[in-house]
């Protein structure tokens, strides 16, 4: 029985090196001195140990401002999503209308299209209307591919819940929002867990939509406040590292503290319905 796994065991653990790599790269990169950075011969323990790439990194620009945007538009956009996809995501799965299946097909196509496509189009409908440089209108403009595929997952888990539950809470006297509000909401958090990690990641990480449709800097999000080390007189780079991996440790020590539940809810939502 060990045999047998040993040869698994050993290809998992050779492809979690080649996933980890990079991002452990990063990190010793970031904690080298400055000088040492572009050396020819790699480094893989750096030592000593320095914090100046760090430092300059959270020294350029307001970066506590920069971080407070990036929240305000990933977070709004994550519960604006989820409140639209929980009441779209039960029509879909509990009813039968017409339009449901072209609409599902919708879903599955819209997330296909990519993003470089939609930023002249997106770009020109928040001109007419005034909202560039406006961050709700970021904010609008990140539902056109977290929401088809929050609407999506969701479908699944709740299409995995037995209708039975529902309407033995039905009968017992509760109503439609109470067999929602009792039943199906809490079977559904793992679900709304993991989706709304995914849709918050999306969000966080996007550059193009927010270098685009963001003019000042004042209203600049993190992905743009990388680009910013980069000037006529070249690029700083330790600080772009340092800066790197500041704004991916938040989002790395969230997926890790929570990956058992968004690698399940994630199968779950995908297999069901």
């Not at 888990?157 to 039905?170: K, N, R, T, W």
């Not at 995914?198 to 927010?210: M, V």
């Amino acid at each position: 029985m060990r045999r047998k796994r040993a040869v698994p065991n050993t290809i998992a653990v050779l492809v979690s090196l080649v996933v980890i790599f990079p991002v452990y790269w990063m990190f010793a990169t970031a904690l080298k001195q400055p000088g040492k950075i572009l050396s020819a011969t790699p480094e893989f323990v750096p030592w000593p140990l320095s914090l100046d790439n760090f430092r300059t990194a959270l020294t350029h620009g307001p970066f506590l401002h920069y971080v407070r945007n990036s929240l305000l538009v990933s977070v709004s956009t994550v519960l604006i999503a989820l409140v639209v996809a929980l009441g779209a995501s039960i029509a879909l799965a509990r009813f039968r209308f017409i339009g449901r299946r072209a609409f599902l097909v919708g879903l599955v196509l819209v997330q296909m299209v990519p993003g470089s496509a939609m930023v002249i189009p997106l770009y020109l409908m928040l001109r007419s209307v005034g909202a560039i440089d406006f961050v709700p209108g970021l904010i609008i403009t990140y539902m056109t591919f977290v929401l088809p595929f929050t609407i999506w997952t969701l479908r699944g888990f709740v299409a995995g819940i037995p209708l039975e539950l529902e309407e033995a809470a039905m009968v017992d006297g509760c109503g439609r929002f109470g067999a929602f509000w009792h039943i199906q909401l809490p079977l559904l958090a793992p679900g709304i867990v993991a989706t709304s990690i995914f849709a918050f990641i999306s969000a966080w990480d996007d550059y193009l939509f927010a270098y685009v449709f963001l003019k000042s800097q004042n209203n600049y999000t993190l992905p743009v406040w990388l680009v910013s080390f980069q000037t006529s007189d070249g690029i700083d780079n330790g600080a772009t590292i340092a800066a790197s991996a500041i704004f991916s440790l938040p989002v790395l020590i969230v997926f890790l503290l929570i990956q058992r539940r968004l690698v399940g809810g994630m199968t779950a939502g995908a297999v069901k319905g």
